[in-house]
């Protein structure tokens, strides 16, 4: 059974970077039954999708944070990243990995959540 | 982009009523069309997919309709556990997705 684990620094610094890496286990990131997204939750608000990669490296990103996005993938570990820089208040939230299965597009399993603080 | 939207925000209800959510997509999304459950400090729960397929392990009180532009979930009898956050996801645009603002249902 697959099961996303994120991981990473629960507080960053306003300008700087923040990073998060999703380790998939229970399967591998290369199988084609799915793709792999993150989606972050800020404080008492709703879900936003921030990307999606496939295990091949082509990735998709959210119009309002393409230019401070990058989503990688390491298939030799079974991981996925997420690097966002120049990181504000507003960066703040709980981030989700997920999977998303091929044939129905609907995201079927999930991380736990990683809360990140930007702040000084 | 396709934009999302759900009524009402939030709703108070009781054990037992039937429970209806809508949701609506800014553009014609044809099926492509999920909904989550959320309970409060934990991951999002997939429900349904295409619009009226019910996740595997999912009871069968929940039901999904809609196609286009309009959408619902519907809780046939509500459960104590049902009291949570739904979202609707549009995956017209995958791998691009939108998610709705969600609808909170309270005990009442």
């Known amino acids: 059974q697959l099961q996303l684990q994120e991981s990473g620094p629960g507080l960053v610094k306003p300008s700087e970077a923040l990073s998060l890496t999703c380790t998939v286990s229970?399967?591998?990131?290369?199988?084609?039954?799915?793709?792999w997204g993150w989606i972050r939750q800020p404080p008492g608000k709703g879900l936003e999708w921030i990307g999606t990669?496939?295990?091949?490296?082509?990735?998709y990103y959210s119009p309002s944070l393409k230019s401070r996005l990058t989503i990688s993938v390491d298939t030799s570990k079974n991981q996925f990243s997420l690097k966002l820089t120049s990181v504000t208040a507003a960066d703040t939230a709980v981030y989700y990995c997920?999977?998303?299965?091929?044939?129905?597009?609907?995201?079927?399993?999930w991380g736990q959540g990683t809360a990140v603080t930007v702040s000084s | 982009d396709i934009q999302m939207t759900q009524s009402p925000s939030s709703l108070s209800a009781s054990v037992g009523d039937r429970v209806t959510i809508t949701c609506r997509a800014s553009?014609?999304?044809?099926?492509?069309l999920n909904w989550y459950q959320q309970k409060p400090g934990k991951a999002p729960k997939l429900l349904i997919y295409?619009?009226?397929s019910l996740q595997s392990g999912v009871p069968s009180r929940f039901s999904g309709s809609g196609s286009g532009t309009h959408f619902t979930l519907t809780i046939s009898s509500l459960q104590p556990e049902d009291f949570a956050t739904y979202y609707c996801?549009?995956?017209?645009?995958?791998?691009?997705?939108?998610f709705g603002p969600g609808t909170k249902i309270d005990i009442k």
């Open positions: 997920a999977g998303a299965a091929a044939g129905t597009d609907g995201m079927d399993v």
């Open positions: 229970g399967g591998s990131i290369s199988s084609s039954d799915y793709y």
């Open positions: 990669i496939y295990y091949s490296g082509s990735a």
């Open positions: 553009q014609s999304i044809s099926s492509y």
């Open positions: 295409a619009a009226s």
């Open positions: 996801q549009q995956s017209y645009s995958t791998p691009r997705f939108t």
